[in-house]
């Protein structure tokens, strides 16, 4: 999202100077007067309910304010205490991509034991959290990546089903890794024109999640492959859920359980000092890695 961002994904910023990043993890340095349940010293992390680029909370319902610097100053409603041992770097890795997933897997699809989900960009920190999620739920992920080089990574990972999609056909892989049922859901980043494709993977009635654009050609959907299917498309964002207090709640108490019972565990590709961040916006461009990048700050 911060490399969208930074590329002018949601036009120029509207304000001067414009800082990016939303998410982090460290130390409370000062409590603001008034804010209640932080103290000075306290191990915390963000959550993504804010937006760092100025003239854009408004629409996106949240916070103006930015984390890349050596010290952050943030509202007290998108922090979160976390336990002491649990790193910074994990702190940092889990917020953006469980609640991203959460949203979708959990609150939107209501996902059950034994269904089939597909996950597609399978490298993104999101995909790794949606399966992990599907599967601590008893459903079977399955990926789908462009590139054959990433297949042994992900299954490293715990990820059985992996289909290339630039050498095999995404419905026909489907098909037979499910026996011929198909998927229920479906959790896609990339839209345009890969949605119709997508649309033939779906059981009837299933639901095609669209969470981002990476494709940002027009998708021309082909209706009668959804009314086939009657299929829902729906557009998912995680700000749905963190813009609702309650849901918020539930996200922070289904995250810090899970990962304290040891069901789910961030997975962190590469690290880049604060020095090299532009580097790390390279890597993340080159489309290199599994999993999540981050930037520590020394």
């Known amino acids: 999202m911060e490399v969208f961002f930074r590329a002018g994904g949601f036009g ?3 304000e001067f100077p414009a800082m990016l990043g939303s998410e982090y993890a460290g130390t409370v340095l000062a409590v603001g007067e008034g804010i209640k349940g932080f103290c000075t010293g306290d191990h915390v992390a963000t959550i993504p309910g804010f937006t760092s680029v100025p003239g ?14 050596e010290q952050a100053y943030v509202p007290a409603d998108i922090v979160v205490k ?52 599907a599967q601590s739920q008893g459903a079977i992920p399955i990926y789908t990546t462009r590139s054959r080089s990433k297949v042994a990574a992900l299954k490293s990972i715990g990820i059985g089903h992996v289909i290339v999609a630039s050498e095999q056909d995404i419905a026909a892989e489907v098909a037979r890794i499910t026996d011929g ?38 998708a021309l959907i082909d ?40 069901v789910l565990r961030p997975v962190t590709d590469k690290t880049f ?21 981050i930037v520590t700050v020394d």
């Open 12 to 14: 120029p910023p509207k």
């Open 56 to 69: 854009f909370a408004t629409e996106m319902k949240g916070h103006e304010c930015a984390v890349y610097g």
């Open 82 to 133: 976390m336990p002491n041992d649990i790193s910074f770097i994990d702190g940092v890795a889990l917020w953006m991509q469980y609640s991203t997933a959460w949203n979708a897997m959990l609150d939107t699809a209501k996902l059950q034991k034994g269904e089939y989900v597909l996950l597609t960009a399978a490298t993104s920190s999101v995909a790794i959290a949606a399966a992990q999620i």
């Open 181 to 218: 049922i198909g998927c229920r859901v479906i959790y896609d980043p990339i839209a345009g024109e890969n949605i119709n494709k997508l649309l033939d993977a779906l059981v009837t009635n299933g639901i095609l999640l669209i969470y981002g654009v990476l494709d940002l050609s027009p």
């Open 223 to 262: 209706p009668l492959k959804g009314m086939a299917k009657f299929a829902t498309i729906k557009f998912s964002a995680v700000f749905q859920t963190l813009s609702n207090p309650k849901k918020r709640a539930k996200v922070v108490n289904f995250v810090l359980r899970v990962i304290s019972e040891g």
């Open 273 to 293: 000092s604060f020095h090299d961040i532009a580097e790390a916006h390279r890597y993340l461009e080159s489309n290199q890695h599994v999993g999540k990048v």
